[in-house]
Nanobody, 130 residues
Framework: QVQLVESGGGSVQAGGSLRLSCAAS????????MAWFRQAPGKGREGVAA???????????YYADSVKGRFTISHDNLKNTVYLQMNSQKPEDTAMYYC????????????????????WGQGTQVTVSS
C-alpha cells in the first residue's frame, strides 16, 4: 500500500506562485509514476503534470499544454516527495489539486490520464484570484 499526503495549497493572486508537495509513504519503492491532477467545480479531473520516478536516475516528465512553461514537477527521492511548482498562475488554475501514484505492476501508457493511477491523496485547494 502507498499513502499520499498533499500540502501547500492556498490562495494567491494572478501572476503569483505556489508550491505543492506530495509526501509518499508505505511501499514507496514500488512507485513507478507520480502525478498531479486537478478538478475545478463542475469540471472533470484534468492531468496537470506527471513524473516517472521508477526509471532509475532519469526522471521523465509530462505536462498538460495548459501549464507548460508555468508549472514544474520534480521529485526528491530521499524524501519520497513530489513537488509541483506553479508560477505565473491564472484564475483558471483554481481547483482542487490531487496527487496520484501508480505502482510498477501496472503498465502506464498515458501518464496524464487518471485511470492509469491506483493511489490518490485527499487533495489540496488552490485558489487564484484576478
Amino acid at each position: 500500500q502507498v499513502q499520499l499526503v498533499e500540502s501547500g495549497g492556498g490562495s494567491v493572486q494572478a501572476g503569483g506562485s505556489l508550491r505543492l508537495s506530495c509526501a509518499a509513504s508505505g511501499y514507496t519503492y514500488s512507485i513507478n509514476y507520480m502525478a498531479w491532477f486537478r478538478q475545478a467545480p463542475g469540471k472533470g479531473r484534468e492531468g496537470v503534470a506527471a513524473i516517472r520516478t521508477g526509471g532509475g536516475s532519469a526522471y521523465y516528465t509530462y505536462y498538460a499544454d495548459s501549464v507548460k512553461g508555468r508549472f514544474t514537477i520534480s521529485h526528491d527521492n530521499l524524501k519520497n516527495t513530489v513537488y509541483l511548482q506553479m508560477n505565473s498562475q491564472k484564475p483558471e488554475d483554481t481547483a482542487m489539486y490531487y496527487c496520484a501514484a501508480v505502482t510498477k505492476g501496472r503498465t502506464v501508457v498515458l501518464p496524464l490520464v487518471d485511470n492509469e493511477y491506483n493511489y490518490w491523496g485527499q487533495g489540496t485547494q488552490v485558489t487564484v484570484s484576478s
